[in-house]
């Protein structure tokens, strides 16, 4: 078995600093509830509906919603109020409730469910909008009202999300075509300016799209069942004209590329800011998948840092870890030189709290990986003809895809190359089973490139260390 040969850098910038991705989001433990009166039902009502409003912030999934500790504690949620006060807005009257740290996590550690700390990635989504013929990128400040539902749901779930500004510098360097056919470095290269950790590629059609799923591989046509007839309203004679009472049906997929592979999926229905929000509370959770740590777990895991050249860097570096979210304790192990070895008992799995790392520009990993030979796939004939019209939805990316499967369906798995593919039909693992540590965990934090041949082949595998090594980023 091969392994990684790890290359050491050592470039200290003393002009230029890196600025971090992640967003320190506030407030994960307050909500704001609309009231219609000061009353002390109302209130009550109000301090139940703020609390489950916190579980879903540090939660990160609607699930936790269903534990049963969870659901017995909204039963007393007054005992985990710190404060709470009442503010007016216009003619809007809302309850704010502040609600005690301590007091909730202890909750997710008894209910074993994973806790969503404050450092968060910052998440760009380009949304396209397809109206008929017509194609256009909506902005941040855009006459209609999926900006502002964007950000109610960013508030909402404690997910930073921001929309492009479409400026004459955006317009001067995108193709929205590049965004439709998802081309990964034209993408890249347009959201630079935004310093983004994820970017996000969301597609709303009522025309192209429609026709796509009209006409699909499986023969299905699910757009029939989600379109409404004449007959289902009953506006008499205010239908003089079908297509000003009867909004059309419309289709909204989104493609999101993280842990190695392209993950997507897509959705039917009327209303633009439902679809919108479904797809943006999909997304919230494959992300906290990677970045949530689970309270009761507890790992050994030992990490190597190089470059840490003073006894000042030695205390920085020791704080630094420390004061990781998900590091319960931090033991030093061995110094040699420039390099210290930690061993730190972790608070979950060895891949949330890579993921986690993956966020601060302070310890940087930096490896030239090794590929495992290639197991070449022999597919039949008619299985390449029969995804055909899958792999050429996503002709513009090279690598895994992931294609969520909806409700109680499998995911799907395709690895799309230059001129070939393949799909794997079985099940695939849950999104928790994806996050959990594994040897390739470390993989899912380095460089890589969307280009090479790791993404050309389906079982070319980088095989990750017994010992990780860091450079320790001085400042």
């Known amino acids: 078995m091969s392994r990684f040969v790890f290359v050491l850098?050592?470039?200290?910038?003393?002009?230029?600093?890196?600025?971090?991705?992640?967003?320190?989001?506030?407030?994960?433990?307050k909500a704001s509830v609309v009231v219609d009166s000061q009353s002390s039902e109302q209130r009550e009502q109000a301090i139940q509906t703020a609390l489950a409003g916190v579980f879903l912030k540090v939660g990160g999934k609607k699930s936790v919603l269903s534990n049963y500790v969870l659901k017995r504690a909204l039963k007393t949620a007054n005992q985990y109020v710190s404060q709470y006060h009442y503010q007016r807005?216009?003619?809007?009257?809302?309850?704010?409730?502040?609600?005690?740290?301590?007091?909730?996590n202890t909750l997710f550690k008894k209910a074993k469910?994973?806790?969503?700390?404050?450092?968060?990635?910052?998440?760009?989504?380009?949304?396209?909008d397809e109206q008929g013929t017509s194609r256009t990128i909506v902005s941040s400040n855009a006459a209609n009202d999926i900006p502002s539902s964007v950000n109610e749901f960013s508030e909402l779930r404690g997910l930073p999300i921001a929309i492009p500004l479409?400026?004459?510098?955006?317009?001067a360097q995108l193709v929205i075509n590049d965004f439709w056919e998802y081309f990964p470095e034209e993408i890249k290269k347009a959201s630079n300016r935004y310093l983004a950790d994820t970017i996000v590629v969301m597609r709303l059609s009522d025309s192209s799209l429609?026709?796509?799923?009209?006409?699909?591989?499986?023969?299905?046509?699910?757009?029939?069942?989600?379109?409404?007839?004449?007959?289902?309203?009953?506006c008499g004679l205010l239908c003089v004209d079908e297509q000003q009472v009867i909004e059309q049906p419309k289709v909204l997929d989104w493609r999101l590329q993280t842990q190695g592979a392209l993950y997507t999926k897509s959705y039917q229905g009327i209303?633009?800011?439902?679809?919108?929000?479904q797809a943006l509370s999909d997304i919230t959770e494959l992300i906290y998948q990677s970045y949530a740590f689970l309270t009761s777990a507890e790992n050994d895991f030992i990490i190597e840092v190089k470059n840490v050249s003073s006894l000042k860097s030695d205390s920085q570096l020791f704080q630094f870890l420390k004061a990781l979210s998900a590091v319960k304790n931090v033991t030093l192990i061995r110094a040699h030189g420039d390099s210290r070895r930690f061993k730190l008992d972790?608070?979950?799995?060895?891949?949330?709290?890579l993921a986690a790392l993956k966020l601060d520009d302070k310890l940087t990993p930096f490896v030239e990986p090794q590929l495992t030979q290639p197991i070449v796939n022999n597919e039949s004939e008619s299985e390449e003809q029969y995804f055909d019209v899958e792999v050429n939805r996503y002709k513009g990316y090279q690598g895994k895809v992931i294609i969520l499967g909806q409700g109680q369906e499998p995911n799907k798995e395709i690895i799309v190359r230059a001129g070939q593919h393949s799909l794997d039909n079985s099940n695939t693992a849950?999104?928790?089973?994806?996050?959990k540590a594994t040897d390739d965990d470390l993989e899912q934090i380095l460089p890589s490139d969307p280009s090479s041949s790791a993404l050309a082949l389906k079982t070319n595998e980088l095989i990750a260390p017994a010992i990780p090594v860091f450079i320790w980023e001085q400042g």
């Open 430 to 435: 849950t999104l928790e089973e994806q996050a």
């Open 166 to 171: 479409m400026d004459a510098k955006d317009s």
């Open 89 to 104: 807005k216009e003619a809007q009257l809302s309850l704010v409730v502040a609600f005690n740290e301590n007091m909730v």
């Open 113 to 128: 469910l994973a806790l969503w700390g404050s450092l968060r990635p910052q998440v760009l989504l380009w949304l396209i």
């Open 210 to 234: 429609l026709t796509e799923i009209n006409g699909d591989f499986n023969g299905n046509d699910k757009l029939n069942q989600s379109r409404e007839t004449v007959d289902e309203i009953s």
């Open 346 to 353: 972790l608070i979950g799995s060895q891949a949330s709290f």
């Open 9 to 29: 850098l050592i470039f200290i910038l003393s002009l230029v600093t890196v600025k971090s991705l992640a967003v320190e989001v506030n407030d994960l433990y």
């Open 271 to 277: 209303n633009k800011e439902n679809l919108i929000n």
